[in-house]
């Protein structure tokens, strides 16, 4: 909605593949239409055609609801997924371990650290959607969250390189 951002068009799925082929490890947020709880099989196995076009399917985590989980378990077992929170009902990690999730993506205001800590002990990375705060970064890494989504990536990860200089932590890839 920003008037910095007007003009610009929204890249296509195949553009972004071509771009970022095999550079990138790709977060595949596939969303399903409202009121859906079956994810069309047509159209994600046309999803999953491109990512093997553009050699893509060692590169991708499928994220998205339960409907979309259960269509990737059933249609491409192998990829990766990460357990997106539509129903913000405090039940995503147990989500996760139903379709064996690599990943889980919480959104901020409805996780607790409980949630964190079961999904570390189940092998589980933890995304969280969002923060734009650099102050938080400390508080959200040691508390088990491994990727911070946000909308302001250059303040966000030089708040992070100063965190980690005086933390004398590992980089966090």
């Known amino acids: 909605y920003s008037p910095a951002f007007r003009g610009l068009r929204y890249a296509l799925f195949g553009e ?23 994810y069309d099989s047509v159209a994600f196995r046309k999803i999953l055609d491109m990512l093997e076009t553009y050699d893509m399917l060692e590169h991708v985590y499928i994220s998205g609801d339960e409907a979309v989980l259960k269509a990737a378990v059933t249609l491409a077992p192998d990829l990766p997924r990460t357990a997106l929170d539509s129903r913000l009902d405090f039940t995503l990690v147990k989500l996760a371990k139903k379709y064996r999730c690599q990943k889980v993506q919480f959104y901020r205001g409805y996780y607790r650290q409980d949630m964190v800590e079961e999904a570390r002990t189940a092998g589980m990375r933890c995304n969280l959607f969002w923060s734009d705060d650099p102050q938080e970064i400390p508080s959200l890494l040691e508390s088990g969250i491994d990727t911070i ?19 004398g932590s590992p980089a966090l890839s």
């Not at 082929?21 to 947020?29: A, C, V, Y």
């Not at 596939?30 to 079956?38: A, I, M």
């Not at 989504?149 to 933390?167: K, P, V």
């Open 16 to 38: 972004v593949l071509r771009k970022f082929s095999r550079q990138t490890i790709l977060n595949l947020h596939v969303k399903t239409p409202r009121g859906c709880t079956d």
């Open 149 to 167: 989504l946000t909308n302001d990536y250059l303040r966000m990860s030089a708040a992070l390189a100063r965190y980690l200089e005086t933390a």
